[in-house]
Structure formats: C-alpha cells, structure tokens
C-alpha cells in the first residue's frame, strides 16, 4: 500500500471513500447525504493549506482510495499552533486490516518531524468508540474531558464525545 501527501486532484476519490465510510453503521458522523463534493473540497483545500492530509492508495489501483487522515490550524490565532477537526476513515472492505494505525502513525511522525510550528492535534471520539479511543491513547493521544449528550446515535440515544489531544514535543515554544 502506498501511502501519500493528498492534493486537490484527489478530491474525487477522497468523496467515493467518505461516501462509502457513511454508509457504514458507525462509520463517521455524517450521514452518506451530508458528505457531498463541497464538503470535501473544503476539508481538502484547508488541509493543504493550514495543516496536513494523508491518503492511502489502494494496491492494484491508486485511482481508489481506501484510507484518509486530515486536520488543519482554524484560521483563529490564539489556535495557530492546533490542528483540529481530525477526521480519519478507512474503507469499510479494508478495516481491521491495522491501516489505522499505520496511516496515523505517517501523520504523527509527519507533524513531529516536519511541523514545529503544530504543538497540539487534538480530536474528537464518541464515547461509545471504545476501539478508536484505545487506539488514539496508544499513539500518545489523552483524554481531555467529555461533552455531554452531543451525540445523537442511530438508536435515537444521546451519548458523550471524548474530546483526545497529542502533544508535539518538537514544538517550538
């Protein structure tokens, strides 16, 4: 599997791969209807210009995506040094298969050796994510507190999020 910085030419791939992740039960939290081309153009364009975006290729076919991690800076300057609205997918076909943790490790090494300028990524889990939680505190992520009732599930409960941060020890204070 090839894995590779995304630019603006990806954005097609990266929709029929978010599109496929929605369709699965506990996929992401947007339903198939609201990951449109808009949506993802934005999250394209913010990650290569504030942040960082990182896509796995499939194996016999690099035109199909089966992986996909982004974050960027919000544009606000108290924040300049935090990448947020981390969003990670992984083509339901291709799950448990550790791409996961390989595409995030890239990101982490990534920011870590070539980002002085990011101190902190932080994300968002939901609570009932127990697997994703395990995996965000095994690449170095903390628990930083808990958002009551913000998440509506499929059942029609609410549930906590789990806001996790990582801290970059490369950063220049």
């Known amino acids: 599997m090839h894995y590779r910085e995304a630019t603006s030419e990806d954005v097609a791939a990266i929709l029929d791969l978010y599109k496929s992740v929605a369709r699965a039960r506990g996929g992401i939290a947007r339903t198939e209807a609201e990951v449109d081309e ?3 153009k934005n999250f394209v364009e913010k990650s290569i210009q ?7 290729e499939h194996p016999e076919n690099s035109n199909q995506l089966i992986c996909e991690l982004h974050a960027y800076k919000s544009g606000i300057a108290v924040f300049d040094h935090v990448l947020t609205d981390l969003t990670i997918v992984v083509h339901p076909d291709h799950q448990g298969k550790k791409l996961g943790r390989t595409i995030f490790t890239i990101f982490l090494n990534e920011i870590h050796n070539s980002r002085p300028d990011v101190g902190k990524v932080e994300l968002i889990a ?21 958002l009551e009732l913000r998440i509506k599930n499929d059942s029609g409960n609410y549930e906590a999020d789990i806001p996790m941060g990582w801290q970059n020890s490369n950063f220049e204070f």
Do not use: D, M, P, T
């Open 126 to 146: 939901r609570e009932s994510n127990k697997k994703a939680i395990a995996l965000y505190q095994s690449l170095g992520f903390l628990i930083e507190g808990r």
């Open 50 to 56: 504030s942040g960082l975006i990182i896509v796995g």
């Open 38 to 40: 808009a949506y993802v």
